[in-house]
């Protein structure tokens, strides 16, 4: 009895409510990444400043929430080879994140710089 009760818990928890909140991370990374496009498209025709940091920070952002999700789904991998393609996915992510981190540094440097050339102008 109480091994059926701990197994059906097991896959509802493991497998119902993992799946779910995998999708919901999945989908909340998709929905920053297209709003920050969609804005930062809208800015670059009407070319303001600093458009590729303002991209850059959502595509960190929608990144992190992806690999939540990749994270999250560890928690039900049954094969070793599953486990290897999400590994592998992780990593990935987690290079174009710190990718996009030094790009946002060195962008925001180049603010920087060019704030101050503004102020010894005057």
Request: hydrophobic share 50%; net charge neutral; aromatic share 6%.
């Amino acid at each position: 009895m109480m091994e059926n009760i701990i197994s059906f818990l097991e896959h509802v928890v493991l497998t119902d409510v993992v799946a779910i909140c995998t999708f919901l991370l999945e989908m909340a990374g998709v929905i920053v990444l297209m709003t920050t496009s969609i804005k930062s498209f809208i800015k670059w025709l009407q070319k303001k400043n600093h458009v590729q940091l303002d991209l850059a920070h959502g595509t960190a952002l929608a990144l992190t929430f992806k690999m939540g999700g990749e994270v999250l789904r560890t928690v039900v991998v049954r094969e070793w080879q599953e486990l290897g393609i999400l590994g592998a996915i992780i990593l990935l992510r987690a290079a174009l994140t710190v990718m996009l981190h030094w790009e946002i540094k060195s962008e925001e440097k180049d603010i920087d710089n060019e704030k101050i050339k503004e102020l010894k102008k005057y």
